[in-house]
T-cell receptor, first 111, second 110 residues
Framework: DTAVSQTPKYLVTQMGNDKSIKCEQN?????MYWYKQDSKKFLKIMFS???????INETVPNRFSPKSPDKAHLNLHINSLELGDSAVYFC??????????FGPGTRLTVT | QKEVEQDPGPLSVPEGAIVSLNCTYS??????FMWYRQYSRKGPELLMY????GNKEDGRFTAQVDKSSKYISLFIRDSQPSDSATYLC??????????FGQGTTLQVKP
């Protein structure tokens, strides 16, 4: 009965590869997010979707493309992976302003 | 200047101590103020949520917001070793976009 789940938990890949991370929430929330947490634990928003519509799109390289097939799912596809993409990626969902529930994270390592 | 400033610590206290964690911010449009707790290798979990100046208490935790000084605090009473984690303040205006502080690492020693 996990509220926000992500797969995979760990992802190790080489530079230049393309990879996807999947997120699902069973909380019935309308809004979902992708965050990136760097090695210094700084958490920064990347994208937000409300009911399958993109509402926040931060200054993120266009190698990153989010996709929301329905309001319970938000996936993140990354093309041509670079060393600097190594980080922990968190999915989150919310019902009201500020009150966000985070998934367990996907630890991406690019070699 | 960052929109939200938070001392990363680390902060080490003995069990039973009162812990005070703080953040300052520069954006007057922030209306929602949150504290998240993040254990090592886990996702952040919402601890406290406030949208007005003043205090909010939940068990051993008290969140304080002073909008006039652009300053928020989290107090932990009777701290326990299980409170050892990174505490992240976060704020939002009406855009729904959360801006996080860098996080303060807390260690409570038995």
């Amino acid at each position: 009965d996990t509220a926000v789940s992500q797969t995979p938990k760990y992802l190790v890949t080489q530079m230049g590869n393309d990879k996807s991370i999947k997120c699902e929430q069973n909380l019935g929330h309308d809004t979902m997010y992708w965050y990136k947490q760097d090695s210094k634990k700084f958490l920064k928003i990347m994208f937000s979707y409300n009911n399958k519509e993109l509402i926040i799109n931060e200054t993120v390289p266009n190698r990153f493309s989010p996709k929301s097939p329905d309001k319970a799912h938000l996936n993140l596809h990354i093309n041509s992976l670079e060393l600097g993409d190594s980080a922990v990626y968190f999915c989150a969902s919310s019902l009201r302003q500020g009150e966000q529930y985070f998934g367990p994270g996907t630890r991406l390592t690019v070699t | 200047q960052k929109e939200v400033e938070q001392d990363p610590g680390p902060l080490s206290v003995p069990e039973g101590a009162i812990v005070s964690l703080n953040c300052t911010y520069s954006n007057s449009a922030f209306q929602y103020f949150m504290w998240y707790r993040q254990y090592s290798r886990k996702g952040p979990e919402l601890l406290m949520y406030t949208y007005s100046s003043g205090n909010k208490e939940d068990g051993r935790f008290t969140a304080q917001v002073d909008k006039s000084s652009k300053y928020i605090s989290l107090f932990i009473r009777d701290s326990q070793p299980s409170d050892s984690a990174t505490y992240l303040c976060a704020m939002a205006a009406n855009t729904g976009k959360l801006i996080f502080g860098q996080g303060t690492t807390l260690q409570v020693k038995p």
